[in-house]
């Protein structure tokens, strides 16, 4: 600005300058050229007297450069002239200036010259005896002295140069210094020393308060945003027009492993490359909606993308990425569950529907009639069993969200002792003995979860166990918790079964599970209300010699 002021005034100088050195000039030239008339005739009157007394040898005499003199005759022959041989020079008597003096007295002409070949001006004077005298100067004569005038002029012209760029620089510095010296975050502080800047620092304090909100309104908006997005566990990108990544929060980052740092500008490609991934970033890019969930490595990912559009335009995509790994499995182990379910009820209900249909045919004897209904029973009683256990699964599937799951503080021996109680005929009939050492332990959880649990547990040590055998339990305080361990002399599970057995109807040996009435779902139940409770199952098993699960209920579940 202070450069562009300084220009604009220094310009300004020079043209102003420069228009009067030319005026005075033009002037100058008029002025000089009358005045160069004036004394030409002078001149030529003061030569006239001596000349008609001493003739040509008195014009010798006369030393003038730069003018011309010419005595001519009054037959127009020149007798004289101090710039060229007379002899040789044609008659003048047809020269307009000569031609006026002879008629007139005096003659005076501006015209070309052939002889000086210059622009000249003539003045002619007639003698008593005719003849006349000239006198004539060219207008190049004049030129020394208008260059003069003119050098003089620049000369004047760069001294105020000179001048006028110290002052233009001074007055630039003037004015610009103030503006310079505003301090954007404080202008008012200049506005009394200079009252015409006033209106300008108002308007500099009121935009710096509008930017000042603005900045702070999307300075908090930023930090909402980036509080929203980086609690998030799900994923999110915001993707630009080329499949560059404009945005994302931390927990995109982690769910496809990206380092951030290890490039410039990151693309959706570096974060999956997989056509599947590509396709939904396209199509969302190319403005629908889309939705599309896609496996990687042992998880699943549900991908939701919509188009950010500007007008008409679809200016890029905002994608949302949710791990629906639990929900893919859960969704699997359901449909699996279904088809399971529906095998195993099948298999009781054809067996009683079969024996039904031969009673009802009236072929069977009285005698056979009893064991036929004996099998009806059985399978009805496997049915009834299968059933109880799949709503109290589909129940612990809701898990604490059930309001029937109300917790307390629940007293696990007097459970026990139910539960014992309840298969003390099954474990007589295997000849058993069962023995209980519980101290007076509590736990904070739902007593009839608890009770499943133990009864679970406790039936399968009889089931699978042989004649004679035992059954040891016990609930003892341990250092982090209250640990409930179910001990039996059985036939124990095969090391590479055991990860299995909690599945829902996982069977080590389906026919002997069979025989022994179980469902499959007993351990699956024992492993949902452990989940319920915060407690871990540990199974320690060895083929033939019998089978220990202990369950440990963490001392923090007290104080949930
Ligand atoms: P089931 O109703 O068949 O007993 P569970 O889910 O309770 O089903 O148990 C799954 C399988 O684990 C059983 O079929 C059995 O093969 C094995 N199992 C469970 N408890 C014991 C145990 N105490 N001793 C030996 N095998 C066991």
């Known amino acids: 600005m202070k450069r562009k002021i300084f220009l604009s005034v220094f310009l300004l100088l020079m043209i102003m300058i420069l228009l009067s050195s030319a005026a005075i000039v033009v002037v100058l030239y008029g002025n000089v050229i009358d005045q160069n008339k004036d004394n030409l005739k002078s001149f030529a009157e003061a030569i006239s007297g001596p000349c008609e007394l001493h003739g040509s040898d008195f014009l010798k005499e006369i030393t003038l450069t730069d003018t011309r003199i010419t005595w001519i005759a009054a037959d127009g022959s020149v007798r004289y002239d101090n710039r060229a041989d007379a002899g040789e020079m044609e008659n003048h008597s047809e020269r307009e200036e000569i031609k006026e003096a002879i008629e007139s007295g005096v003659g005076e002409s501006d015209r070309y010259s052939d002889t000086l070949m210059e622009r000249t001006f003539y003045f002619a004077l007639r003698l008593s005896d005719g003849s006349v005298l000239r006198v004539a100067k060219s207008y190049s004569s004049v030129f020394p002295y208008l260059l003069y005038a003119f050098l003089t002029a620049v000369g004047f012209l760069l001294v105020a140069a000179v001048l006028s760029l110290s002052a233009a620089k001074a007055l630039s510095a003037s004015i610009a210094g103030p503006i310079n010296r505003i301090k954007l975050d404080t202008p008012e502080k200049l506005a009394s020393p200079y009252r015409e800047l006033a209106p300008l620092v108002d308007r500099i304090s009121t935009l710096q308060r509008q930017i000042k909100e603005q900045m702070q309104n999307l300075k908090r908006k930023q930090e909402e945003f980036q509080a929203i997005t980086e609690n998030m566990s799900e994923g999110f990108l915001v993707i630009g027009r080329q499949g560059e990544v404009v945005s994302y929060n931390s927990s995109a980052l982690s769910l496809f492993a990206v380092n951030p740092n290890s490039k410039g500008v990151i693309y959706a490609a570096d974060f999956d490359d997989s056509p599947d991934f590509q396709s939904v970033v396209s199509r969302s890019l190319a403005g629908y909606h889309t939705e599309m969930t896609i496996p990687r490595g042992q998880r699943y990912y549900q991908l939701i993308a919509n188009p950010i559009e500007d007008g008409a335009k679809t200016v890029g995509a905002v994608l949302l990425v949710l791990d629906v790994t639990e929900k893919e499995e859960g969704e699997k182990l359901r449909r699996e569950f279904t088809a399971n379910v529906s095998h195993e009820l099948k298999t009781p209900l054809t067996s009683i529907s ?168 007993g351990l699956s139940i024992v492993k949902h209300a452990a989940l319920l409770h915060g407690a871990e199952i540990r199974v320690v098993s060895e083929p033939n010699f019998g089978t220990e699960f202990v369950v440990t209920f963490k001392d923090q579940q007290r104080n949930e």
Do not use: W
């Not at 612990?396 to 014992?420: H, R, T, Y």
């Not at 739902?446 to 089931?463: G, R, S």
């Open 354 to 521: 079969a024996t039904a249909e031969v009673l009802r045919s009236g072929l069977i004897e009285g005698k056979d009639i009893q064991h036929f209904a004996g099998n009806i029973y059985t399978e009805s009683k496997r049915l009834i069993a299968l059933v109880n256990d799949i709503i109290k699964l589909s129940r612990l599937d809701e898990g604490s969200a059930n309001p029937a799951f109300a917790k307390e503080q629940v007293s696990l021996s007097k459970i026990i002792n139910i539960v014992v109680k309840r298969l003390s005929v099954a474990a007589q009939e295997k000849h058993l003995t069962v023995t209980v050492k519980a101290d007076d332990s509590t736990v904070y959880g739902c007593a009839p979860i608890l009770e499943d649990m133990v009864y679970n547990l406790c039936d399968n040590a009889i089931k699978y166990n042989k004649t004679n055998g035992y059954v040891a339990i016990s609930l003892s305080r341990m250092e982090d918790g209250v640990a409930l361990s179910v001990k039996d002399g059985g036939i124990g599970i095969p090391h590479d079964e055991i990860p299995r057995i909690f599945e829902r109807f996982y069977r080590v040996d389906k026919s002997h599970s069979n025989e022994v009435g179980g469902t499959g779902l």
